[in-house]
């Protein structure tokens, strides 16, 4: 009966490569952030050699991942490009599917912007004041310290900070399966979310009881902390806006009053039309995320699926392409279009995993 399943399982693996090599155009999926990066690189890849310019979708980061670790073979994904790491659950999934080596690719980062229109005010928002304007449930503000949580009461900025404008909350931002909204949710939410020290102490906890072996326990803990800081809430003040962030930069620009979360790529497009907060007192530019001053910053990666390379034409080819200094470079075209280019080291090491298809591990 074992060697059934194993025989199974490696038939299934020869029998997905093989359908890869009826394909003649790259298949990249994932990451609407990544995706204008992505976009730039295909597209000189088309017209500089005699492969066939990539095929991509903007499918969210979440949504990337769960087509790429379907498996291997024509109708799966040769490359997703993701806004954060692959989680530790999807690269099982990827695993528990055939999709074995996997080669993990960081491009550079990126800062997450809350922004507006420039004929409104300029924001100056803590990370604490976009926790309480836009988290599903709050500290009693009666009582902020009591350990009570009540359903966010805020109604306006004005509400959440009296240096604020008294304009209605009113947020678009990336749904679920994006890893702007991961990443947006950990490093803006959660920041603010910790301010409070019975919530910090939450996690705190659940770090001690996992040590002393309390597992249920300590999940128990961790998934309430999870709950309180990334719960965003649901009563029309936060609107999911798809994966297309050009389009929430076009609804800024009808209303005025509004704040969209989105890429730095893509307020660097649109300075003629909006403007970024400052996120605890630094603004969201191109030096400040680069030395990591700025809060909200986060790496941007893409994952290749080793058993096509060789199978797909050109997937080798545009791998070198990517990582060129020419495109990545702190000079490259790819600098031109927002991305903050890594150190020196990090781009010849990610350079090195890329050419010699070096599979990442957990």
């Not at 900070?161 to 890893?179: F, K």
């Not at 996120?279 to 941007?300: C, H, N, T």
């Not at 990582?323 to 020196?344: F, H, N, Q």
Request: with cysteine.
């Amino acid at each position: 009966m074992k060697q059934s399943r194993v025989l199974a399982s490696v038939l299934a693996v020869v029998t997905g490569t093989a359908m890869a090599a009826s394909r003649d155009t790259i298949y990249i999926v994932g990451s609407s952030t990544v995706y204008p990066f992505a976009t730039v690189v295909a597209e000189r890849f088309g017209k500089s050699t005699k492969f066939n310019t990539p095929k991509i979708e903007s499918t969210g980061s979440g949504g990337g991942m769960k087509l790429f670790c379907e498996g291997v073979g024509v109708s799966h994904p040769d490359i997703t490009n993701a806004s954060r790491r692959i989680k530790k659950s999807e690269y099982g999934k990827c695993q528990k599917n055939g999709v074995k080596d996997i080669v993990e690719v960081k491009i550079g980062y990126d800062g997450i912007v809350v922004a507006n229109s420039i004929e409104a005010p300029r924001f100056n928002l803590s990370r604490r004041d976009i926790f309480l304007a836009l988290a599903k449930q709050v500290p009693d503000p009666k009582a902020p310290e009591s350990g009570k949580l009540v359903a966010n009461p805020y109604q306006t900025w004005k509400d959440v900070n009296p240096a604020l404008p008294d304009y209605r909350i009113e947020v678009l931002g990336p749904p679920p399966t994006s890893g702007t909204r991961d990443a947006f949710a950990e490093l803006a939410m959660e920041a603010g979310c910790k301010t409070f020290d019975w919530i910090r102490q939450i996690k705190d906890e659940a770090k001690k009881l996992k040590k002393s072996g309390d597992k249920q326990q300590a999940k128990a803990l961790k998934n309430r902390y999870k709950a309180i800081c990334h719960g965003v809430r649901e009563d029309g003040r936060y609107i999911e806006a798809g994966e297309n962030d050009n389009l929430i930069v076009q609804k800024l620009g009808v209303n005025p009053k509004a704040l969209g979360v989105f890429g730095y790529s893509f307020l660097e497009q649109n300075e003629d039309r909006i403007q970024g907060s400052l996120i605890d007192g630094v603004a969201p530019e191109f030096e400040l995320i680069a030395s990591g001053k700025y809060p909200v910053s986060r790496p941007l990666f893409f994952y290749v699926k080793k058993a096509h390379v060789g199978k797909v034409p050109g997937i080798r080819e545009y791998l070198a392409e990517f990582t060129s200094e020419k495109a990545w470079g702190e000079e490259g075209y790819l600098v031109d279009k927002g991305l903050i280019p890594m150190s020196r080291e990090e781009r010849e090491k990610y350079a090195r995993d890329a050419k010699e298809l070096n599979p990442m591990h957990f």
